[in-house]
């Protein structure tokens, strides 16, 4: 069991900038992928980027050239430029683990808006 906290969410003008944080605990040398998806009410979560153990990274087109990922072994980040009003969303952390099995953390709010 893999356990997820978040940090970061908050206001931001269009064209501003927000890091996500979330950190894990627990079984870490269980842990594969770490990425981050996102949801707004009625619709889908969706994904925006995961890391592999390798440091690659798949981004949604989406986010291309304007969020990057990055994780160490108990800490997966996302940092999110040129932020857009169709970026508001509820955040999740999202830690896959051998099994294979699915993680989430609690998520945050991230709100772009003048």
């Known amino acids: 069991q893999v356990q997820l906290v978040e940090r970061g969410g908050g206001l931001v003008q269009p064209g501003g900038s927000l890091r996500l944080s979330c950190e894990a605990s627990g079984r870490l040398f269980t842990v594969y992928t770490m990425g981050w998806y996102r949801q707004v009410p009625g619709k889908q979560r969706e994904l925006v980027a995961n890391?592999?153990?390798?440091?690659r990274a798949v981004y949604a087109d989406f986010v291309k050239g304007r969020f990057t990922i990055s994780r160490d072994s108990a800490m997966v980040w996302l940092q999110m430029t040129s932020l857009k009003p169709e970026d508001t969303a509820v955040y999740y952390c999202?830690?896959?683990?051998?099994?294979?099995?699915?993680?989430w953390g609690q998520g945050t709010q991230v709100t772009v808006s003048s």
């Open positions: 890391i592999y153990p390798d440091r």
């Open positions: 999202n830690v896959v683990t051998y099994g294979p099995t699915q993680n």
